[in-house]
């Protein structure tokens, strides 16, 4: 089709945008869902089939998905320029459904609608043609009226994978098609609101607003109409007004105002709804034609003294990108999914959401006014691939751009957008799209987005990159600024307030060293806080060879271009099961932050609108993790400050370690949580000492063979060979827990992170030195009352460096081991300094006294608790789609690694240490590119360090971890533990 081809035709007989409203009259159900199993050839196939609606071609066996994150899915197959679609390969699919139209809508105009189709659609109704649409994320409707008959009707759609549009749809995402949303159709009274604008001015301190609503009015006959307006708080009318006499002929606009005084204000904290109800009466009988409802919330949004603000207040926004997706269905998700979508993110902190990018599905507005969130909507607009090649700017070809024949195309899509999502108060800014370069193109659509709309600002990012139309953005956006990039910019007299709309990308082990944009709210107020990039892993449910279900990502079905697992970076799974980074944000954004002393705490509350008392106070005492004292309070702290408390705990006097822990807690059930629900917590730690000095009585037997060293104990044994040049025997009660050679480890599984900033490239040396360490000396020890094993290792770097290791044996069966190393000039710095053992699989259960409960490491650490924790090493291994580092908890104090009935082995400390208990090993890990690729489990990998280098996560393609978090290689390090039965 000709229509295909051409950027300037990207619609034909489509019915304009308009407001999403409900409306009923007449006692007749205006909508007839057209959902559910249609007739379906792929390529015109003479075998009709059929196919799930709303759903994916892909999805149900027709074509394949493919992901692609900048390039667009042709390249490598096909030369075309913007605007061309492939020749050889445009797969479409042909939709067939038989309807019968309503009785009750006999002699009315009868119309259709397609919520979502990717990525054009051509209408037939009966064999006739209908319509041509394109914008794969607003809704498509035609009017069918004339092509209708009595009885049985056929609809036919003609769905295309690409289309010209196809060039503004370059987003992050898997490439499908299909019909993914709803489709139904209806009808309306014989006079009909067909558009309303709700907007309203909040004035004397917000306690004055005056209530606007435009309205446009159909009509098939001129008709006299009396126009009611109803404010409905929880059902009561708290505001009434009346139009009589209201002639309507075709198609009026009709403005009605009202003033109401001390309005319930919405915003994210207190989402506080009205309902708009809108009657047209007959002027003549009094009889109702239509009744229309809209929820509406009194909220004023602004860019007052360079600073965003929500009802006069600054506003940080705490958000996340969020792609609508599914691992089963991809982007036709559920009214199910979206609920939990919505539950996750208040049960976490989150106060926002970005629509990345572009409109979602209708109802998530609704849940967003309904629940609290504000949304960043974007039009659907991305041209990546025109623009940037590799990663660097290429803009010979770049669209829209100034290019005359995109303009009217991509205006339309904003206009698509804004009609229908304008009644939402959780829309708070307009997004022009994304990653679409600059020009004077998308400088019209935000004035034309201005010009519609006063009570929203407009956001775009691009103009970071092309500064000729730096007015198209009335916030500095940016994306994955490093934290001296963001404050360079604030430092410099900004005009602007600044914006992260993606940062901390969540791929894999990831979102390390978040704290440190979280620290800039306090610091500068034109700072505005951001959106983690992404909410969810774009991951498909697939059969791994084995006929088991496992996460696929790009490439793994045969999709080529790809670019693999680019498209699994959120902080929940693919099957909406949270990953361990969630718990790091949860308390770096949560709007209460406690500090915590020996005598006092301090709540500090960031909120804008809520006083601390509507949650509980809890307060504990700990003693070695466990709970000694806990009481309740109410601690009343107003919304933007700060207030001290004074702690009533009984005095303790025995040695310990003490945790004071305060936390705030959900007073009753909500919709997103339980009753109890934790918020946010501090902690203090502190302890009670008196040096008592261990009694040490009798000694090791040391048996100093020809070819191996022996410790023996009434209920340890341990041989050191002198041959293999390490551990290869630790028995405790005559059980063994050593599987091979222990040396020590400088290595770790990369992470996605470490991948993307070459780190294995730069650090191999590491890799090599925890492979390939020789044993150049070794000496047996008798001690008054130990005997010790001391091992020298030479490490294969360059230089060549050397550290020790040291097993000293005591009577009672412990096992003091000791690591060093000196430092060296001119080498990487190390991932990790530490040891690994292989021990029996049998101990899988893990308790340990710590940070916790969720994995943690050095910049990633915020959100983990000082405690008593369990879980087992199946349970530890993070499910990142690609097999990598995970599972790591600092500030051990001891662990327990046992089997199921409780036997096993203690690591303990004076100083903490890091460690990690999982079914596989770091080479094991290392080596699979899928879980299922891993082998099957045959030992617990226990690996004990002193310390492991962060995660990172300013990106994922290039990001280096924080100098303070780096394991530097010219640095001494040196740690001790104690091994020994549990029991």
Same mark, same amino acid.
């Given at each position: 089709?000709? &229509?295909?081809?051409n950027?300037?035709?990207f619609?034909?007989?489509?019915l304009?945008?308009?407001?999403?409203?409900?409306?009923?009259?007449?006692?007749?159900e205006?909508?007839?869902?057209?959902?559910?199993?249609?007739?379906?050839?792929?390529?015109?196939?003479?075998?009709?089939?059929?196919?799930?609606?709303?759903?994916?071609?892909?999805?149900?066996?027709?074509? @394949?998905?493919q992901?692609? &994150?900048?390039?667009?899915?042709?390249?490598?197959?096909?030369?075309?320029?913007?605007?061309?679609?492939?020749?050889?390969f445009?797969?479409?699919?042909?939709?067939?459904?038989?309807?019968?139209?309503?009785?009750?809508?006999?002699?009315?105009?009868?119309?259709?609608?397609?919520?979502?189709?990717?990525?054009?659609?051509?209408?037939?109704?009966?064999?006739?043609?209908?319509?041509?649409?394109?914008?794969?994320?607003?809704?498509?409707?035609?009017?069918?009226t004339?092509y209708?008959?009595?009885?049985?009707?056929?609809?036919?759609?003609?769905?295309?994978?690409?289309?010209?549009?196809?060039?503004?749809?370059?987003?992050?995402?898997?490439? $499908?098609?299909?019909?993914?949303?709803?489709?139904?159709?209806?009808s309306?009274?014989d006079?009909?609101?067909?558009?309303?604008?709700?907007?309203?001015?909040?004035?004397?301190?917000?306690?004055?607003?005056?209530?606007?609503?435009i309205?446009?009015?159909?009509?098939?006959?001129?008709?006299l109409?009396?126009v009611?307006?109803?404010?409905?708080?929880?059902?009561?009318?708290?505001?009434?007004?009346?139009?009589?006499?209201?002639?309507?002929?075709?198609?009026?606009?009709?403005?009605?105002?009202?003033?109401?005084?001390?309005?319930?204000?919405?915003?994210?904290?207190?989402?506080?709804?009205?309902?708009?109800?809108? +009657?047209?009466?007959?002027s003549?009988?009094?009889?109702? +034609?239509?009744?229309?409802?809209?929820k509406?919330?009194?909220?004023?949004?602004?860019?007052?003294?360079?600073?965003?603000? #929500?009802?006069?207040?600054? +506003?940080?926004?705490?958000?996340?990108?969020?792609?609508?997706?599914?691992?089963?269905?991809?982007?036709?998700?559920?009214?199910?999914?979206m %609920?939990?979508?919505i539950?996750?993110?208040?049960?976490?902190?989150?106060?926002?959401?970005?629509?990345?990018?572009?409109? !979602?599905?209708?109802?998530?507005?609704?849940?967003? @006014?309904?629940?609290?969130?504000y949304?960043?909507?974007?039009?659907n607009?991305?041209?990546?691939?025109?623009?940037?090649?590799?990663?660097?700017?290429?803009?010979?070809?770049?669209?829209? &751009?100034?290019?005359?024949e995109?303009?009217?195309?991509?205006?339309?899509?904003?206009?698509?957008? $804004?009609?229908?999502?304008?009644?939402?108060?959780?829309?708070?800014?307009?997004?022009?799209?994304?990653?679409?370069?600059?020009?004077?193109?998308?400088?019209?659509?935000?004035?034309?987005?201005?010009?519609?709309?006063?009570?929203?600002?407009?956001?775009?990012?691009?103009?970071?990159?092309?500064?000729?139309?730096?007015?198209?953005?009335d916030?500095?956006?940016?994306?994955?600024?490093k934290?001296?990039?963001?404050?360079?910019?604030?430092?410099?007299?900004?005009? =602007?307030?600044?914006?992260?709309?993606?940062?901390?990308?969540?791929?894999?082990?990831?979102?390390?060293g978040?704290?440190?944009?979280?620290?800039?709210?306090?610091?500068?107020?034109?700072?505005?806080?951001?959106?983690?990039?992404?909410?969810i892993?774009?991951?498909?449910?697939?059969?791994?060879?084995?006929g088991?279900?496992?996460?696929?990502?790009?490439?793994?079905?045969?999709?080529?271009?790809?670019?693999?697992?680019?498209?699994?970076?959120?902080?929940?799974?693919? @099957?909406?099961?949270?990953?361990?980074?969630?718990?790091?944000?949860?308390?770096?954004?949560?709007?209460?932050?406690?500090?915590?002393d020996?005598?006092?705490?301090?709540?500090? !509350?960031?909120?804008?609108?809520?006083?601390?008392?509507?949650?509980?106070?809890? /307060?504990?005492?700990?003693?070695?993790?466990?709970?000694?004292?806990?009481?309740?309070?109410?601690?009343?702290?107003?919304?933007?400050?700060?207030k001290?408390?004074?702690?009533?705990?009984?005095?303790?006097?025995e040695?310990g370690?003490?945790?004071?822990?305060?936390?705030?807690?959900?007073?009753?059930?909500?919709?997103?949580?339980?009753?109890?629900?934790?918020?946010?917590?501090?902690?203090?730690?502190?302890? /009670?000492?008196?040096?008592?000095k261990?009694?040490?009585?009798?000694?090791p037997?040391?048996?100093?063979?020809?070819?191996?060293?022996?410790?023996?104990?009434?209920?340890?044994?341990?041989?050191?060979?002198?041959?293999?040049?390490?551990?290869?025997?630790?028995?405790?009660?005559?059980?063994?827990?050593?599987?091979g050679?222990?040396?020590?480890?400088?290595?770790?599984?990369?992470?996605?992170?470490?991948?993307?900033?070459?780190?294995?490239?730069?650090?191999?040396?590491? =890799?090599?030195?925890?492979?390939?360490?020789?044993?150049?000396?070794?000496?047996?020890?008798?001690?008054?009352?130990?005997?010790?094993? =001391?091992?020298?290792?030479?490490?294969?770097?360059?230089?060549?460096?050397?550290c020790?290791?040291?097993?000293?044996?005591?009577?009672?069966?412990?096992?003091?081991?000791?690591?060093?190393?000196?430092?060296?000039?001119?080498?990487?710095d190390?991932?990790?300094?530490?040891?690994?053992?292989? %021990?029996?699989?049998?101990?899988?259960?893990?308790?340990?006294?710590?940070?916790?409960?969720?994995?943690?490491?050095?910049?990633?650490?915020?959100?983990a608790?000082?405690?008593?924790?369990?879980?087992?090493?199946?349970?530890?291994?993070?499910?990142?789609? +690609?097999?990598?580092?995970?599972?790591n908890?600092?500030?051990?104090?001891?662990?327990?690694?046992t089997?199921?009935?409780?036997?096993?082995?203690?690591?303990?400390?004076?100083?903490?240490?890091?460690?990690?208990?999982?079914?596989?090993t770091?080479?094991?890990?290392?080596?699979?590119y899928?879980?299922?690729?891993l082998?099957?489990?045959?030992?617990?990998?226990?690996?004990?360090n002193?310390?492991?280098?962060?995660?990172?996560?300013?990106?994922?393609?290039g990001?280096?971890?924080?100098?303070?978090?780096?394991?530097p290689?010219?640095?001494?390090y040196?740690?001790?533990?104690?091994?020994e039965?549990? #029991?």
């Open positions: 089709m000709e &229509n295909l081809h950027p300037k035709v619609k034909i007989n489509r304009s945008a308009h407001s999403a409203h409900k409306y009923q009259g007449l006692n007749i205006w909508k007839k869902c057209l959902n559910g199993v249609w007739d379906f050839s792929y390529c015109d196939s003479p075998n009709w089939t059929k196919i799930q609606v709303p759903g994916h071609m892909e999805l149900q066996g027709y074509g @394949d998905p992901y692609v &994150n900048t390039m667009y899915p042709w390249d490598g197959r096909e030369n075309l320029e913007p605007g061309e679609v492939p020749k050889e445009n797969p479409f699919g042909i939709y067939k459904k038989e309807i019968e139209v309503p009785k009750d809508w006999k002699n009315r105009p009868i119309y259709i609608s397609f919520q979502g189709v990717e990525s054009c659609l051509e209408l037939y109704c009966n064999g006739e043609f209908v319509g041509y649409s394109e914008d794969s994320f607003t809704p498509s409707e035609f009017d069918l004339q209708l008959k009595d009885g049985k009707n056929e609809i036919t759609a003609k769905v295309y994978k690409w289309c010209s549009g196809s060039w503004l749809e370059d987003q992050d995402f898997w490439r $499908f098609a299909g019909i993914f949303r709803d489709v139904y159709l209806y309306v009274p006079v009909h609101v067909r558009d309303m604008f709700i907007t309203s001015d909040l004035s004397s301190g917000f306690k004055k607003a005056n209530l606007k609503n309205l446009k009015i159909q009509s098939y006959e001129e008709t109409v009396d009611e307006m109803e404010l409905l708080d929880k059902g009561e009318v708290v505001l009434k007004v009346e139009e009589k006499n209201v002639k309507v002929d075709k198609d009026i606009k009709l403005e009605l105002n009202k003033k109401l005084e001390n309005p319930k204000l919405w915003s994210a904290e207190k989402p506080n709804l009205y309902d708009v109800r809108v +009657i047209i009466k007959n003549e009988t009094g009889k109702v +034609i239509e009744e229309c409802s809209q509406f919330g009194f909220r004023k949004f602004e860019i007052s003294d360079k600073i965003m603000k #929500i009802n006069g207040e600054r +506003i940080v926004f705490k958000g996340v990108n969020r792609h609508e997706f599914n691992c089963y269905r991809g982007r036709a998700v559920t009214e199910e999914d %609920i939990w979508d539950k996750f993110l208040k049960a976490n902190n989150f106060n926002s959401v970005r629509t990345s990018h572009y409109p !979602n599905q209708t109802r998530w507005y609704e849940l967003c @006014d309904e629940y609290g969130l949304v960043i909507d974007e039009v607009l991305e041209t990546h691939g025109t623009w940037q090649i590799l990663g660097l700017p290429c803009t010979e070809k770049v669209i829209p &751009n100034n290019n005359p995109w303009l009217e195309n991509i205006i339309d899509r904003a206009k698509s957008m $804004f009609e229908r999502d304008k009644n939402y108060p959780s829309v708070v800014i307009w997004s022009c799209g994304n990653e679409s370069f600059g020009g004077e193109n998308l400088f019209k659509m935000s004035e034309f987005l201005r010009s519609l709309d006063k009570t929203r600002v407009i956001h775009y990012e691009g103009v970071f990159w092309d500064r000729r139309y730096d007015k198209t953005s916030m500095e956006s940016r994306m994955y600024a934290v001296y990039e963001i404050e360079k910019y604030l430092q410099e007299t900004p005009e =602007k307030p600044f914006l992260l709309c993606e940062y901390s990308h969540a791929m894999g082990n990831s979102n390390g978040l704290h440190k944009y979280t620290e800039l709210e306090k610091k500068y107020p034109m700072y505005q806080g951001g959106f983690i990039w992404d909410y892993d774009q991951s498909l449910m697939k059969k791994d060879p084995f088991n279900d496992y996460l696929a990502f790009g490439g793994d079905f045969g999709d080529r271009p790809t670019d693999y697992n680019f498209c699994v970076n959120g902080i929940v799974y693919g @099957d909406r099961r949270p990953s361990p980074k969630v718990q790091e944000i949860k308390q770096l954004f949560s709007d209460y932050k406690i500090n915590v020996e005598k006092t705490f301090t709540i500090d !509350n960031q909120s804008l609108f809520t006083n601390c008392n509507e949650y509980n106070t809890k /307060v504990k005492l700990l003693k070695n993790g466990v709970k000694i004292f806990e009481e309740i309070l109410e601690c009343s702290v107003k919304p933007l400050s700060e001290e408390f004074k702690l009533n705990l009984p005095k303790v006097k040695n370690e003490y945790t004071i822990e305060v936390s705030l807690h959900l007073k009753e059930e909500r919709f997103y949580a339980p009753k109890d629900h934790e918020i946010c917590f501090g902690q203090k730690v502190y302890k /009670v000492e008196k040096k008592l261990e009694k040490l009585e009798g000694k037997i040391l048996i100093n063979g020809g070819f191996n060293i022996g410790i023996q104990t009434k209920n340890m044994e341990l041989i050191f060979s002198k041959a293999y040049g390490g551990l290869i025997s630790l028995k405790f009660c005559g059980k063994q827990f050593v599987d050679v222990v040396m020590p480890n400088f290595w770790r599984a990369s992470t996605d992170n470490d991948r993307g900033n070459k780190m294995p490239f730069r650090y191999a040396q590491w =890799k090599l030195a925890s492979m390939y360490a020789k044993m150049t000396n070794v000496e047996a020890i008798e001690k008054e009352n130990s005997v010790e094993i =001391k091992a020298i290792y030479e490490l294969p770097t360059n230089p060549i460096t050397t020790e290791l040291i097993y000293e044996g005591f009577a009672n069966g412990k096992l003091k081991v000791s690591m060093s190393y000196d430092g060296a000039e001119n080498l990487p190390m991932p990790l300094f530490g040891m690994s053992y292989k %021990i029996p699989k049998e101990y899988s259960e893990i308790k340990w006294y710590g940070m916790g409960p969720d994995e943690n490491y050095i910049d990633r650490v915020h959100g608790k000082l405690g008593i924790f369990e879980t087992d090493v199946n349970r530890n291994m993070s499910e990142y789609v +690609i097999p990598q580092e995970c599972g908890r600092i500030g051990t104090r001891w662990a327990e690694i089997d199921k009935t409780g036997f096993g082995l203690r690591i303990s400390s004076e100083d903490s240490f890091e460690f990690s208990a999982l079914p596989y770091v080479s094991e890990i290392e080596s699979a899928h879980h299922y690729e082998p099957k489990s045959h030992c617990t990998a226990l690996n004990i002193k310390v492991q280098m962060g995660v990172g996560g300013d990106d994922s393609w990001a280096l971890i924080h100098d303070e978090y780096l394991v290689s010219n640095k001494k040196e740690f001790n533990y104690i091994l039965c549990n #029991i």
